[in-house]
Nanobody, 127 residues
Framework: QVQLVDSGGGLLQAGASLRLSCAAS????????MGWFRHAPVKERDLVVG????????YYTDSVKGRFTISRDNAKNTVYLQMNSVKPEDTAVYFC????????????????????WGQGTQVTVSS
């Protein structure tokens, strides 16, 4: 059973940058797609970015394209989310998750395709 620990959240002003980390333990996640979801107040939890197991193919929701970057270091069993030019609408609790199926060609975009979740880290952006 893998455990995911999210970290790096905080309070920041619009336009600033932040890097979130997701450290996995218990087993390797190197063969699984990883995703970062966010849950904002009165909204559903949505996939923000995803990366397949090799790190070659990524997914970005439209609102973060050009601002956020997902990456992974399989040797460290860690996934990162670099957030640049943050906006107040990026305010949410961010969760990392690992896919249920290994070696998928792309990162799944459906929440039910992810089986293990971090505890979440709060990101608050002020205007």
């Amino acid at each position: 059973q893998v455990q995911l620990v999210d970290s790096g959240g905080g309070l920041l002003q619009a336009g600033a940058s932040l890097r979130l980390s997701c450290a996995a333990s218990g087993r390797t996640v190197s063969c699984y797609a990883m995703g970062w979801f966010r849950h904002a107040p009165v909204k559903e939890r949505d996939l923000v970015v995803g990366i397949e197991w090799s790190g070659i193919r990524t997914y970005y929701t439209d609102s973060v394209k050009g601002r956020f970057t997902i990456s992974r270091d399989n040797a460290k069993n860690t996934v990162y989310l670099q957030m640049n030019s943050v906006k107040p609408e990026d305010t949410a609790v961010y969760f990392c998750a690992s896919s249920i199926t290994a070696y998928t060609y792309t990162a799944p975009q459906t929440e039910s395709d992810y089986g293990q979740w971090g505890q979440g880290t709060q990101v608050t952006v002020s205007s």
